[in-house]
């Protein structure tokens, strides 16, 4: 996506927009959180003065405290630049606001940044991101009032799961790198993506480039850090990484069980243990895991940001009642960090708002305590919320518990195998696993019993075992066939085929069995017109395979009756008749070898009744500009529709989202969409197949 | 945000018919048009090597061009031309598949970038079930009108449509509206356009047609003073539905 339609999405004139940039400038000009003024402030005045190559040893030099930046260098440059101009201004005027100022700014621009990627990954959600996210009481209170920089290493962590869902590996995994150099505890998403890449079998190719410039991009941010003994004393010995072991089950002989690394272990394991984890669980997980980290640890507030937008993007279509108690949430979080923790300074009315409420009305006893019980049970049950949104959400189509079985059938020449492998363009190679019925021919095609029998007869084939192995592979066992060579015209060694998330089945018979027939979930028929069928069977027969043409126009003849009586009565049993026409009918005297372009073709569909096609044809006639036939069925009969024009990849694309939500999760990330009668096919059988499991989910 | 009356007097009754502009009144066209624009531009520069900026100047060019040649004819706004035209100006000569292409980009992307305004459908709902007809009066040729019409699928609330292409001129003229009223037939009250256009919407509408006039208010509409004034500006659709309930 440009940057400038990114753009357009974003909702800069909504009114929840404007009112959380209305609070955000107040803040930015008005308060000077307590710790930029008495810690990054300092730290960024030191370096400029002392050595902006190695700020962390001028700090120290000139007598600063040694927590007051324990952040590595991607986020030492993200803060430079505009304090650098506001310290100069500062210099200039004699004031003292300027570097602070830019201290707010740099924040305010990061923070919009966020937004910008959140509303990016979610624009159907625009309102509940901006409720969730841009008005969330956390991040206003953490970036504004008590001024932490965590929105720093939360956007990059953000931008590189953006990436990573575009299958931009390398980019990702720097993008991961510069956000655990800000911060090291992003490191803690780590594992989870890493779980999330490698479980599933269309993502494992990510996996290495993403963790190999990872590591590289790692090594190049972490040693300056590593050189410098001032910047290891700051960044490395943080008082903060010992609050890993502060919660602890103590044991009789000193030893003691850490409850921190205990839940964030388990979280791995049972994700680990997930069969199938979508990009919508994966955030789910993150934010679980900076939750756990927050709920069991002293956490400092800026911690509580790096969930809150994935809480955000989670709970971005859920029910409101969840988004009104994740908003009560970030509300008493509010309360109980203004209540005990410093804030801002007003300097500009004088004001000093910075000392913790608890300090001027004094709670009644264990009144802080009690505070906090109850963020820890809403800590609690936002993770339940979290992961019972993330797992329902996920595997929208329960591909894990059973495979989407597609059976298609129809005479040889009508374009079976075409239509599967263009089906596995869609849904991505490694998620596809195609049985083809040239497979269970019984004999080789030298063998005498070819001269009585075509292989258009059931009998010729061996349909039990191609039965079987289906229904082993829909129950996802592995199954051992051989297979058929074209070329050689004989059977290889039998091989391992394992089942996948898409099983298709093609062959001359694949529907022809009732019982195999009610184990698919979408049953295709393809059929094609007489004179468009003899020419591409010349074609390929005569053109690519080097037979006689006489004994192609043998073949078919002798194949007739054999097609009419067990090849044509499959279409009464499927879901989805489709066939190409010639425009106009052909003369096959004129073309007796297939030689010649294909003619121009149009489509013929015939979709059972109860499949809605209303959305897909309205698109494929207003947005690809398609001529659509519709013929009205009588009862029980199939809807038909005629398909002529030009269609555009591109167009099928959009066509495609048209069909029904929840179907990228099936797709491959980048799915393959043809062009003419070949898209149409793919978006009617897309079409289907969302019927098809959307059916399965009302009736399992 | 709220209904804006001029002319109180006006919108007393219920409307007997009414009038809708499309573009930029049933959508925000400026950044659907953006979007489009975009992917075109992006096209030629990934087919053609056509740089952005020269692709921006051949195109404003181009439709300089033939809005100049067909004033006030529905082909004046044809993206085929300009992008035809447009291929020209560039040096390529004809490329009848190109321009093709162009404009189909240019369409599918408008079409699925487009956001119908928030209400409108239930507006039109409100009219259907009050038994007042409408009819789209649009400029533009039929064949992409009728696209939009029906992917949107407005086909089933509007009772007539009427383009500047079967009218034989654009709006403001009064061809138009004349056929539209001729579709329509007699109506025993006040008949409504809206539209968000000063001039060929509202002042048109109320000189060709007598109509009351409502004008949709968004970013880029300017309400105007004087006979371009609307009786009624307003936001949203919403606006217009609980007029249309408050009115006998």
Redesign the interface.
């Known amino acids: 996506m ?1 940057l ?2 990114a753009l ?1 999405l974003f909702p800069a ?1 909504d009114p929840l927009f404007l009112t959380g940039l209305a609070i955000r400038l107040v803040l930015v000009l008005l308060a000077v959180p307590r710790i930029h003024s008495e810690w990054f402030i300092p730290f960024f005045s030191n370096a400029l003065e002392g050595g902006l190559f190695s700020p962390y040893s001028a700090h120290l030099a000139q007598g600063g405290d040694l927590p007051a930046f324990p952040y590595g260098v991607v986020m030492y440059l993200a803060v430079l630049p505009l304090v650098t101009i506001g310290a100069g201004l500062d210099r200039l005027t004699g004031a003292t606001v300027f570097a602070g100022l830019g201290l707010n700014l740099t924040i305010l621009l990061l923070d919009l940044a966020l937004l910008a990627l959140l509303v990016a990954m979610r624009p159907a959600a625009k309102r509940r991101i901006l409720l969730l996210y841009w008005l969330s009481p956390i991040v206003l209170y953490v970036c504004y009032w008590h001024g932490q920089l965590d929105v720093v290493p939360v956007v990059l962590l953000m931008l590189s799961l953006f990436l990573l869902f575009r299958e931009q590996p390398a980019a990702s995994g720097v993008a991961m790198a510069a956000a655990i150099s800000s911060k090291l505890s992003m490191a803690l998403a780590g594992p989870i993506v890493l779980i999330y890449l490698v479980i599933s079998r269309r993502r494992r190719h990510l996996a290495a480039p993403m963790v190999l410039a990872g590591t590289a991009a790692s090594l190049v941010l972490h040693l300056p850090v590593l050189a410098s003994p001032a910047a290891r004393s700051m960044v490395l010995g943080t008082p903060e990484l010992s609050k890993v072991y502060d919660f602890s089950i103590r044991l009789s002989d000193g030893l003691e069980i850490y409850l921190l690394p205990v839940a964030y272990l388990l979280l791995l394991i049972s994700a680990w243990l997930i069969r199938r984890i979508s990009a919508q669980l994966l955030l789910a997980l993150v934010a679980v895991g900076f939750l756990v980290i927050v709920l069991m640890t002293p956490a400092s507030p800026g911690w509580y940001l790096w969930f809150t937008p994935f809480l955000a993007l989670t709970f971005a279509e859920t029910r409101q009642r969840i988004v009104i108690f994740v908003f009560g949430f970030g509300a008493l979080f509010f309360a109980f960090h203004l209540l005990r923790l410093p804030g801002s300074d007003i300097p500009l009315w004088g004001i000093d708002l910075s000392m913790p409420v608890a300090e001027i009305v004094p709670l009644p006893e264990r009144g802080a305590s009690i505070l906090l019980s109850v963020l820890f049970a809403g800590g609690l049950m936002l993770c339940l919320l979290l992961m019972r949104e993330g797992v329902l959400r996920n595997d929208y189509f329960r591909l894990s518990r059973r495979p989407l079985m597609i059976g298609i059938a129809g005479d040889s020449s009508t374009g079976k195998d075409q239509l599967a492998s263009s089906l596995t363009g869609l849904f991505g190679a490694a998620a596809v696993t195609h049985v083809s019925g040239d497979d269970y021919h019984l004999w080789d095609r030298h063998k005498p019993m070819w001269q009585v029998m075509t292989h258009l007869n059931p009998s010729a084939n061996d349909l039990q075992k191609f039965r079987e192995d289906l229904f082993a592979l829909s129950s996802g066992q592995t199954v051992k066939n051989r297979h058929y060579d074209h070329d050689l015209g004989r059977m290889n060694a039998p091989r391992t085929i394992a089942s996948n998330e898409v099983i298709l089945a093609t062959g001359l018979h694949a529907l022809y069995e009732s019982e195999l027939n009610n184990r698919f979930d979408v049953r295709i028929f393809l059929d094609m017109e007489d004179s468009l069928r003899t020419f591409l069977k010349l074609r390929r027969d005569v053109q690519l395979r080097g037979h006689e043409p006489r004994a192609v126009f043998a073949a078919i003849r002798s194949r007739q009756l054999d097609r009419e009586r067990f090849i044509q009565p499959q279409a009464a049993k499927a879901d989805l008749v489709m066939g190409l026409e010639p425009l106009h009918p052909l003369r096959i005297d004129e073309v007796p070898s297939g030689e010649g372009a294909i003619p121009n073709l149009r489509l013929r569909v015939q979709v059972a009744q109860g499949t809605p096609t209303t959305p897909l044809i ?2 494929l ?5 398609l001529h659509v036939d519709r013929r009205e069925p009588a009862s029980g009969e199939r809807l038909e529709f005629m398909l002529e024009g ?1 269609l ?1 990849p ?2 099928t694309a ?1 066509a495609a ?1 048209a069909i029904s939500a929840g179907l990228d999760d099936l797709l491959d990330a980048r799915p393959k969409w043809l062009g003419g009668p070949a898209g149409m096919m793919q978006l009617f059988v897309l079409n289907q197949v969302a019927h098809a499991l959307k059916k399965r989910l009302l009736w399992p | 945000m709220a209904l804006t009356v001029f002319n109180p007097d006006g919108l007393k009754q219920r409307p007997a018919c009414v009038l809708f502009d499309t573009d930029n009144t049933l959508y925000a066209y400026d ?1 659907a048009h ?2 489009a624009m ?1 992917a075109t531009r ?1 096209k030629a520069e990934r087919q053609l090597g056509i740089a952005p900026r020269t692709f921006d100047d051949a195109f404003a060019e181009a439709r300089r061009q033939v809005k100049a040649r067909l004033h006030g004819t529905a082909s004046s706004h044809s993206r085929l031309l300009y992008f035809h035209r447009m291929l020209e100006l560039v040096g390529l000569r004809t490329q009848v598949l190109l321009a ?2 162009f404009e ?2 240019y ?2 992307t408008l ?3 487009a956001q119908i305004f928030d209400g409108a459908k239930e507006f039109l709902d409100d009219l259907r079930q009050l038994g007042i007809p409408t009819v789209i009066i649009t400029d533009l040729t039929s064949q992409i009108q009728f ?7 407005f086909d089933s609330y509007f009772d007539y449509v009427v383009t500047s292409e079967e009218a034989g001129q654009d709006k403001p003229h009064a061809a138009p509206f004349e056929l539209a009223l001729e579709k329509i037939g007699k109506v025993g009250g006040p008949l409504w356009m809206i539209g968000d256009n000063p001039v060929t919407d509202i002042r048109a509408a109320r000189i060709h047609a007598g109509a009351v006039t409502l004008q949709k208010r968004h ?1 880029g509409v300017q309400v105007l003073d004087g006979e371009l004034r609307p009786d009624a500006a307003f936001d949203h659709f919403a606006e217009l539905r609980r007029l249309l309930s408050s009115q006998a």
């Open positions: 440009r400038r339609s357009g004139r309205r698109t006639v207003g947005v690809c500009g030009d555009d591109e167009d959009l989202s | 950044p953006e979007q975009e992006q093709l292409d189909q980009t369409w599918r079409l699925t970038a696209r939009k019409i029906v992917y949107w699928g970013e």
